[in-house]
């Protein structure tokens, strides 16, 4: 009942293949990760000497705290790309068509220009005075939020969007001042949104490498510029075992946040 | 929108004030920084001497055509690949079939430069079909079709999620008449699905070209040799040569390329049916 | 031809626990319309699409032209199909979406170019070939989508629900054009589904009444009206009075028997359907009581006395509800005479063989 009429046998044959292309594009390549990232030897078909040592050692030493600077840049980043995004979006909100187009299209410039230039970009501009960043950690942070606040812009005007209109008018009608209206009633109205928003803002800062490899400072080596580092030393097991430890805070965290949001 | 307007609540544009200051300072002073940097000459002034040379050098002749190649064939395999498996996904109904399509939501926060070192262990030197196929050599992995494959691999998603949505909205009694009419399922699939889901099938491949013009972690982390991208061209003259000057002169033709793409696609999604 | 031009034999339709069709029976011979009349969820749908080919029996065959087609594939039936929605194909003009059937069958290029006007003059569209779907109204759709069927020349044309999308004017408009299209193509079979017992009245030949997955009751508009096999033909068809009565003893033979209803003996007509003896329904229609006049004289002697509840005048006719003791009776009565009042007693009488008895059940 689904409009398309293949016969039995060709759906079957069909479904195979959808399977077997589904897991061979997007599941083999993670099954790989996690296989190296036990691996103890890889030199036939398939890995030998089986082991946790390159588990373990993700989660110590250098590797341990690039992870943990990894956490710290994405949860500082999120947040202060939460406020920028939504408050630009809120405010935004009742400008003329002509003055929302020129919003967007400056909050939207990061989602379309490469990582490597926005790097390049940042660099050059606070590596002189007046604003003398380059070296510090908040450089780092300050990358990440220019990069994500874009989708937490994207995201909070797609809500703003699909608000129920009557509530504001209601609550305003019943003598709510603006900010009373904005902080009792729209935003809570917002909150899916834009906790859609910090999961995904999250998962992309720590993933982020184009722009961080231009400009980390050597004492806040993130995640990804870690496993870069690795596996362009050979260590690619270990490089394997990062990534891994990498993905699971990443999912864990989208996982926590899935679970604050109030389902509709 | 209406909806906010017939409200009669007014817009007030102080409060905008702060987003755009806090912008300014950290993504357009950068910018302009950057683009006038682009128009340093090697004695410290200003001029075209410098743009002119790197434009005109073949080092950025060639990384501009290795990243169009790469793009175009990447999208190209992307979209006709995404179409297949949205297709099958959505019209041959197996089991897991829904939870799948969630999984690729999820696959789109997946870093990119992973897809890279996980076809290191499926294709490289020492993985699965490296042990297998030929010893003579490094693989094909690390050139141009190395690259593509990864970006295949990666960026598919991003074709699909467009034409799943696109799917739901079908009238599936179009399809049923047209089989009514004696044509069969794959005539069906050319002749009535492919034309309704052609704008979004465009949408998602314009967004793959962006992000595939723009991809730079898969190429690091894969340690191409054979091939060149803007974005690793601008890695490697600032950080390896600390050339910002010339780093900037591509950068900035980068981001004129992505900019261009970028609009041109908006322009695409607002005539999609909403 | 001897055969059918359709045969369904015994067709299940399971969904999971869900019958959706029960062991259905049903021929169509070649230039019949049938009509498959029934509530939402009865089946007709089902059955319908069983015949296309988009849902395959649980059990039992399909037989198109005595070939078995349970296990065809849609586009190998060569049926005509129109569906409630039109279902055009939005990015093709009007005469590409006619064109789409022949082109699916590799039609040439010329006769394809002589079959399209034909067809779209038939059904009065030739000016719009050029527009495309969403530039049409919602009745200039439905033509194009039956000239659209027609095109392949199927022996067979599928309607399901084809007029529930239009306001009721054009829908009538529809409808005598549907007629005039068949008159054309006497040949062809037509299965019509709706739930509109108006469209099934004025179109079929055959009305095939559908409950719960089966057939309910079969026959032509005439004899389902004013015969009709059971208590939901009966309720289904003109709000019919099903009042209950017992058979007189002593009348067990006969066409006429007389029953009592409410403690007054009236006569009936015996059918097939009625039961021999004992409890049974007295099925009469609103229109066929008359207000009997005085004393009871020649064919005014079969009566049934009450008092009168209420009165709608509806213009044409006016609704009388008269309650016999504990039943209650729909009168319709002409709308130009004197309105009785309520409370006043009234007298009906009947033609014994407009009344006839159903089993009780």
Not at chain 1, 184 to 190: D, E, F, G, K, Q
Not at chain 2, 151 to 175: G, I, K, N, W
Not at chain 3, 194 to 214: C, F, K, N, P, Y
């Amino acid at each position: 009942m689904n409009g398309l009429s293949f016969s039995a046998g060709s759906r079957r044959w069909l479904a195979a293949l959808a399977g077997m292309l589904v897991l061979g594009v997007f599941g083999l390549p993670l099954l790989m990760l996690l296989l190296a990232s036990v691996a103890g030897r890889w030199n036939g078909v398939l890995p030998s000497h089986l082991t946790l040592e390159h588990l373990r050692g993700a989660l110590a030493g250098d590797e341990r705290l690039a992870l943990w600077h990894s956490l710290a840049t994405g949860a500082a980043a999120t947040a202060f790309a939460l406020i920028q995004g939504a408050w630009g979006a809120i405010a935004a909100r009742r400008a003329p068509a002509r003055v929302q187009r020129w919003v967007d299209a400056v909050f939207l410039v990061p989602i379309a220009i490469p990582s490597v230039s926005i790097g390049l970009a940042l660099l050059v501009a606070f590596s002189r005075p007046p604003l003398l960043l380059n070296g510090t950690v908040s450089f780092v942070i300050l990358t990440h939020v220019v990069l994500i606040t874009a989708y937490a812009y994207l995201n909070a005007k797609a809500g703003l969007a699909r608000l129920p209109p009557h509530f504001e008018e209601m609550a305003g009608s019943l003598g709510a001042p603006p900010h009373m209206v904005l902080v009792r009633v729209t935003l809570p109205l917002l909150l899916p949104h834009l906790l859609a928003a910090a999961a995904l803002g999250f998962a992309l800062s720590m993933g982020e490498l184009g722009a961080t490899i231009m400009l980390y400072p050597p004492r806040w080596v993130t995640a990804p510029v870690e496993v870069f580092a690795l596996t362009d030393r050979g260590l690619i097991f270990s490089g394997a075992a990062v990534s891994i430890v990498l993905l699971a805070c990443t999912f864990a965290a989208l996982l926590l946040l899935d679970r604050r949001r109030p389902r509709a | 929108m209406s909806a906010a307007r017939s409200a009669g609540a007014a817009w007030r544009p102080f409060w905008l004030i702060f987003p755009l200051v806090a912008l300014g300072v950290a993504l357009v002073y950068p910018l302009g920084l950057m683009a006038a940097e682009a128009f340093v000459t090697p004695d410290g002034g200003h001029g075209l001497a410098g743009f002119i040379a790197v434009i005109g050098g073949g080092l950025f002749l060639g990384a501009l055509q290795d990243t169009v190649r790469i793009a175009l064939t990447a999208t190209a395999l992307c979209m006709f690949l995404g179409f297949v498996l949205a297709v099958l996904i959505h019209f041959v109904p197996f089991v897991g079939a829904r939870a799948l399509s969630r999984l690729i939501d999820a696959y789109l926060a997946f870093p990119s430069f992973l897809i890279a070192l996980s076809l290191t262990f499926l294709y490289g030197n020492a993985g699965i079909f490296g042990a297998v196929g030929t010893s003579s050599g490094s693989s094909f992995l690390y050139g141009f079709w190395g690259v593509v494959l990864a970006e295949v691999s990666y960026y598919t998603p991003f074709v699909m999620r467009p034409l799943l949505a696109a799917f739901d909205t079908l009238d599936h009694a179009q399809l049923e008449v047209a089989s009514s009419l004696g044509e069969t399922p794959f005539g069906v699939l050319r002749r009535v699905v492919l034309p309704a889901a052609l704008p979004s099938l465009l949408a998602g491949g314009s967004l793959c070209l962006l992000l595939t013009i723009n991809e730079f972690g898969i190429i690091l982390v894969m340690g191409v040799k054979d091939v060149t991208t803007l974005p690793m061209l601008i890695y490697g003259k600032a950080i390896e040569q600390f050339d910002y000057p010339g780093a900037s002169v591509v950068a900035l033709c980068n981001v004129a390329l992505s900019l261009s793409l970028y609009f041109g696609y908006r322009r695409m999604l607002d005539r999609l049916p909403a | 031809m001897s055969d059918p031009q359709i045969s369904v034999r015994g067709v299940s339709v399971r969904f999971g626990s869900h019958v959706a069709l029960h062991d259905v029976d049903l021929d169509v011979s070649a230039g019949e319309v049938a009509v498959l009349l029934g509530r939402s969820g009865s089946g007709k749908t089902t059955l319908l699409r069983a015949v296309a080919g988009f849902t395959h029996p649980s059990e039992g065959r399909v037989y198109l032209d005595g070939r078995d087609v349970t296990l065809a594939p849609p586009h190998a039936r060569g049926l005509g199909m129109v569906v409630q929605n039109y279902a055009l194909f939005p990015h093709m003009r009007v005469a590409d979406n006619v064109a789409f059937g022949l082109q699916a069958r590799r039609r040439s290029r010329r006769e394809i170019d002589e079959t399209v006007p034909h067809f779209l003059e038939m059904v009065g569209m030739s000016a719009f070939a050029q527009r495309f779907p969403r530039e049409l109204s919602g009745g200039q759709q439905q033509r194009v989508a039956i000239a659209r069927a027609l095109a392949i020349r199927p022996h067979v044309l599928l309607l399901d629900e084809p007029l529930s999308a239009l306001d009721a004017p054009l829908r009538a408009e529809m409808l005598e054009e549907l007629r005039g299209l068949h008159a054309k193509l006497p040949e062809m079979s037509i299965v019509y589904v709706t739930h509109d017992q108006t469209e099934a009245i004025s179109l079929g030949h055959r009305i095939v009444l559908m409950r719960d997955g089966r057939i309910a009751a079969e026959g032509s508009p005439r004899s389902l009206h004013d015969e009709p096999p059971n208590r939901y033909a009966a309720e289904f068809f003109g709000q019919a009075n099903l009042l209950p009565a017992a058979i007189e003893p002593g009348d067990a033979h006969g066409r006429l028997v007389r029953v009592c209803v409410a403690r007054q003996v009236v006569r009936a007509t015996r059918t097939a359907a009625s039961p021999a003896a004992g409890n049974a329904l007295l099925c009469i229609r609103p229109h066929d009581l008359r207000a009997a006049a005085g004393g009871g004289h020649g064919g005014d002697d079969n009566r049934l006395s009450g008092r009168v509840h209420s009165v709608r005048w509806l213009g044409a006719t006016q609704r009388v509800m008269l309650g016999i003791d504990e039943v209650s009776i729909r009168v319709d009565l002409p709308g130009n005479v004197e309105a009785p009042r309520p409370g006043d007693p009234l007298s009906l009488s009947f033609d014994p063989e407009r009344a006839v008895l159903l089993a009780d059940t």
